[in-house]
Structures are given as structure tokens and as C-alpha cells.
């Protein structure tokens, strides 16, 4: 049985797994990542570790053809998204995500095509985890200047 719990959002293709927290006094364990569930069933070849200082500019950045997904162990980020795929049901669509390390951690799934910004939230630096589909190429990433939603 599997302990997954898969959300649906407002953009086509966005999921998010809740991570499940094994913690007592010695402190926490949390699997992230199974090749086995669902949301991570286009496989990933490459894994990301990056930090986000405090009031940095952020960009849009956009994987036109690989899957990425997303883990905040530290900190908390506030995370943009925008549809750029035209023949997506929800193309234009733009949401606002916060994401953090607390207790309720989840992972999110973005689909190729939709363009994703993180701001950090709070005064320490915010680390977020990236997996990144098997046909990444560091080429095919796109960048664009950031606005926020409206």
C-alpha cells in the first residue's frame, strides 16, 4: 500500500505529494522521492541542491521539455507559477504556492512547459531540493524577467 497523497491544483499537471515526518527525540526522518509513486512516474535523471537568500531578485525559469519537482528542506519560499504550454487547458493560468521545511512538507510536481519563480520568505536562507526529468539539458532552460500575480 502506498502512502502517497496526491493533490490536484489549479494549473493541468501540477501535484503535490505530501511528505510523510517520522520524528521523536532524536529527530526526523522523511523520504522525499520513490520511483515507485505516481507523481514521479517520467523518472528523474538529476538532482539540485540550491539556496535563496532574503530579498534577492527572483527570475522566471522555464523547463520546456522535462518534469521538474521541488522540496523545501529549510526555510520557507514563496513559488509562482504560469502556464506557458498553449495547448494546455490552463495556459495563461498564474498561482502563488508558499512552500516550507515545517512539518506539513510536500513535494511539488511541475510539468514541462510551465514556468516557475522562488522567492525565500523568511530572514534565514531557504534550500530547496530540484529533481529534474530524464531528458534535462541545461540548454533547453529558459529565462524570463519576474512579475508577480496579480
Given at each position: 500500500m502506498r502512502d502517497a497523497i496526491l493533490v490536484e491544483v489549479k494549473i493541468e499537471g501540477i501535484a503535490f505529494h505530501q511528505i510523510r515526518t517520522f520524528s521523536d527525540?532524536?529527530?526526523?526522518?522523511?523520504?522525499?522521492?520513490?520511483?515507485d509513486l505516481p507523481?514521479?512516474?517520467?523518472?528523474?535523471?538529476?538532482k539540485f541542491h540550491a539556496s535563496l537568500a532574503l530579498g534577492k531578485a527572483p527570475l522566471w525559469m522555464c523547463h520546456p521539455t522535462e518534469t521538474a519537482w521541488?522540496?523545501?528542506?529549510?526555510?520557507?519560499?514563496?513559488?509562482?507559477l504560469r502556464d506557458l504550454r498553449e495547448k494546455?487547458?490552463?495556459?495563461?493560468?498564474q498561482i502563488q504556492y508558499e512552500l516550507s521545511?515545517?512539518?506539513?512538507?510536500?513535494?511539488?510536481k511541475i510539468?514541462?512547459?510551465?514556468?516557475?519563480s522562488f522567492e525565500a520568505l523568511n530572514a534565514s536562507c531557504?534550500?530547496?531540493?530540484?529533481?529534474?526529468?530524464?531528458?534535462?539539458?541545461?540548454?533547453?532552460?529558459k529565462?524570463?524577467?519576474f512579475e508577480k500575480s496579480h
Open positions: 527525540n532524536r529527530g526526523f526522518f522523511r523520504e522525499v522521492a520513490r520511483m507523481l514521479f512516474e517520467e523518472g528523474f535523471a538529476r521541488f522540496y523545501v528542506p529549510t526555510g520557507a519560499v514563496s513559488l509562482q494546455s487547458s490552463t495556459f495563461g493560468v521545511g515545517a512539518e506539513q512538507a510536500s513535494v511539488i510539468p514541462a512547459g510551465v514556468a516557475y531557504a534550500e530547496i531540493i530540484q529533481l529534474v526529468g530524464a531528458n534535462y539539458s541545461h540548454k533547453n532552460l529565462y524570463f524577467p
